[in-house]
């Protein structure tokens, strides 16, 4: 679900009425999720990388027709691949 949806008056009335804590906003989410999932990605890159003794590190981005984003991030070390994530953006040209 997009944080957005937490801004929505829907969620907000449906909040208060089946829960017992406070509604949250879209913003107080995504900073919380996000720093949440920083760290724990950090965390895990950095037990990877106390044994690498070489690395790569590479990047791509383009476009679709649609002109959304595609950015492409690789890493490989020790000659085994081992991160590789794809991220996408809906923002038009």
């Known amino acids: 679900m997009p944080f957005e949806l937490a801004d929505k ?3 907000s009335e449906f909040i ?5 804590f406070p509604v949250p906003t879209a913003s107080s989410l995504s900073s919380a999720v996000l720093t949440d999932i920083y760290s724990s ?3 895990s890159v950095i037990q990877v990388l106390k044994n690498v003794t070489a690395a790569t590190i590479m990047m791509d981005g ?3 027709k649609k002109c959304a984003a595609i950015f492409r991030c690789q890493t490989e070390h020790n000659n ?3 991160i590789s994530h794809n991220y996408f953006s809906s923002a038009a040209c």
């Open 80 to 82: 085994q691949l081992e």
């Open 41 to 43: 990605v950090k965390a």
């Open 9 to 11: 008056p829907g969620f």
């Open 16 to 20: 208060k009425k089946n829960c017992q």
């Open 62 to 64: 383009w476009t679709d």
